[in-house]
């Protein structure tokens, strides 16, 4: 069992920078491939970015990239979404989640997710 715990979301203007964290709790948490996605009002989840279980590989969506940076440190069982240059349209509900594989992209394939935190970038 993993607990995700997101925190860091808030109101920010655009081209403005953002750090979210993700707290997870569990000794395994190094076995996780882990990722971030984000639901808009209306809108489906989606895939915003993942890393590795030893953090030597990461994806990005294509709306992302160049602009967000994910990172984890194993030792404090936390993984970080860096947010730079944001736009209006990345505001959304941030979701960490785990999945007891390497690394996906596949929101299916994810076994927990945390509650969510809110990110609402200001035109």
Do not use: H
Not at 64 to 82: C, E, H, M, P, W
Not at 84 to 100: F, G, H, M, R
Request: with cysteine; hydrophobic share 30%; aromatic share 12%.
């Amino acid at each position: 069992q993993v607990q995700l715990v997101e925190s860091g979301g808030g109101l920010v203007q655009a081209g403005g920078s953002l750090r979210l964290s993700c707290a997870a709790s569990g000794r395994t948490f190094s076995r996780y491939g882990m990722g971030w996605f984000r639901q808009a009002p209306g809108k489906e989840r989606e895939f915003v970015t993942a890393i590795r279980w030893n953090g030597g590989t990461t994806y990005y969506a294509d709306s992302v990239k160049g602009r967000f940076t994910i990172s984890r440190d194993n030792a404090k069982t936390t993984v970080y979404l860096q947010m730079n240059s944001l736009k209006p349209e990345d505001t959304a509900v941030y979701y960490c989640a785990a999945a007891n594989r390497p690394i996906t992209m596949t929101t299916r394939e994810y076994d927990y997710w945390g509650q969510g935190t809110q990110v609402t970038v200001s035109s």
